[in-house]
C-alpha cells in the first residue's frame, strides 16, 4: 500500500480497461490522478468512484492527437497537484485492420497518429514537468504485436506500437542522466473493450487464449499491477525496457 504516496500520475485511457484498473490501483496506492479519455461521463464515473474510496482525481477529457489536450493535462497536474511525477500514456485504438491495399492514407495517419504520435505530445509536455520530480517515471502501452509477433491484418497498430518501443529507449537513454525512467509496457490480450473487439466471438475468443501460454486473457487488473511496478520505486533501476506482461504469448509455439 501507499507505493505512490503523494505523487501525481497522468493516465491517458483512463474510461476504461487497462487504463481505468491502472487509476483505481494508482489511487489506491495514494496517487493523485489526472484522468484522460474522450468520453466525459466514463472519466466522470471513474473520478466519482475514486473520490468514493477516498482519494483525488480529476477528469480532463479530451483527444490525444490534440496537442492543446496534451498540453492541458500537464498544466492541470502541476496548477492543482502542484507537479508531475508518473505520466501513463496508454489511450490507443486497433485503428486500420485488414489488408495494406485496402487501408486509406488517411486511416493509417489516424492510426500512427493516436497511437504514436500522441506519445510524443505527452513527452513533450510531460518530460519538463517530470524532471522536476525526485521520482519520475514515464510509461508508454506497447503490445507485443510487431515487437515479438507479426499478426495479420494489424500493420499499422504495429507499426505504430513498435515506433513506441523506439521512443521509450531513446528518451530513457536521453534523460536517464537527470533520474528519469522510460519504460514500455507490453500487455498480452487483456479482457477489455478493445480486447473483446479482437475476440470478439466464442472461436475467436478461443483462438485469441490459444496463442498464450497461460491459455486465457489478462484481467486489466493484471496488466496495471505492471504499471504499478513500472511508476513506483519497485522499478528504481528499471528504464528503457519493453516489459512484455503477456501470458507467453510471445514465446508460446503450441
Ligand atoms: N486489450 C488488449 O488486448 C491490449 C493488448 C495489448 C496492448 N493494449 C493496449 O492497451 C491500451 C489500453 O487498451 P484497452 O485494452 O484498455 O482498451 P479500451 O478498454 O478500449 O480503452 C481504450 C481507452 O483509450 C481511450 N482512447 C481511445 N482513443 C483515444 C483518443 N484518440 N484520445 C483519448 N483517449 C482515447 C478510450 O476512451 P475514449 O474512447 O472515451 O476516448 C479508452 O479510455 C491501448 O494502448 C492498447 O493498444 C491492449
Redesign the pocket.
Known sequence: MNRLENRVAII??????????TALLFAAEGAKIIA????QD??DKLVDQIKDTGGQAVAI??????EA?AKALVETASGLYGGLDVAFN?????GAMGAVSDISLERWHDTL???LT?AFLGAKYQIPELLKSRNGSLIF?????GFTAGMPGMTA?AAA?SGLIGLTQCLAAEHGPQGLRVNA???????????????SSPEAEDF?KSLHSLKR??E?EE?ARSALYLASDDASFVTGTALLV?GGVSINKT
Open positions: 491517458t485511457g483512463a474510461s476504461s480497461g487497462i487504463g481505468r484498473a484522460g479519455a474522450r468520453g466514463g472519466l477529457a479530451g483527444d490525444v492527437k490534440d489536450y496508454n489511450a490507443g485504438t486497433l497518429e493516436t497511437n500522441s502501452t506497447s503490445t507485443f504485436v497498430y506500437k509496457l507490453l500487455p498480452g490480450g487483456t479482457d477489455t473493450p478493445m480486447g473483446r473487439s479482437v475476440a485469441v486473457l489478462a486489466p496488466i503477456d
